[in-house]
């Protein structure tokens, strides 16, 4: 891929709308996870990718079936003022088990691995307690928390999948998606 293309693909250039925040969650299948964060009001964009990994310009297939490290994650703008990180993370916890280790639902693979990450240092301490008081109601949790170091967009038939492929697989079933939706004011 040329290296113009490659720097359309990765987001160290993306600028959130005003008074907007932004949080990346891998929650294994993107798919699901973006279209659950879409049904909560004051998110403003979706972008499906990948996070965290080791190599330049990953595809889907390299992180399918690679060990690239990535982990597939949807970077979530959210206008503050609307919709809290408090409420944000309950939908995430809704859609995930966060006692898995490098999967969810028929998704195996640490590309599948549940994750929060940041780059505005502002979120951490609310996003330290918030998944701090989670990860006290489990026996084991391996979801990460930390600092995002690289995301690259995902290929654009996996943005707004769910959108475009209403009956295509989701470990995130209609009970969750409820759920999320009723999070809404």
């Known amino acids: 891929m040329a290296e113009d ?3 359309t693909r990765r987001d160290d250039f993306y600028v959130a709308p005003a008074g907007c925040k932004v949080l990346y969650l891998a929650g294994g299948c993107f798919w699901g996870m ?3 964060l879409q049904m909560l ?6 972008e499906v990718g990948y996070a965290n990994g080791r190599i330049a310009d990953p595809t889907y297939v390299m992180v399918k079936h690679g060990d690239t490290g990535y982990r597939e994650c949807v ?3 959210f206008d503050p003022s609307v919709l809290s990180l408090e409420t944000i993370m309950k939908a995430y916890f809704i859609c995930i088990d966060p006692e898995r280790n490098d999967g969810q639902g028929h998704d195996i693979g640490d590309q599948y691995r549940t994750g929060v990450y940041y780059r505005d240092p502002s979120l951490a301490a609310e996003l330290n307690g918030i998944v701090g008081a989670e990860q006290s109601r489990h026996p084991s949790f391996y979801t990460e928390l930390g600092l995002l170091h690289i995301f690259y967009e995902a290929e654009e038939y996996h943005q ?7 009956s295509g697989y989701c470990h995130v079933t209609k009970r969750e998606f409820d759920a999320v939706k009723a999070l809404n004011k």
């Open 5 to 7: 293309s490659m720097l």
């Open 34 to 36: 973006e279209r659950a």
């Open 41 to 46: 009001d004051g998110v403003v964009q979706t």
């Open 75 to 77: 970077r979530v703008t």
């Open 160 to 166: 707004d999948y769910l959108i475009k492929n209403p």
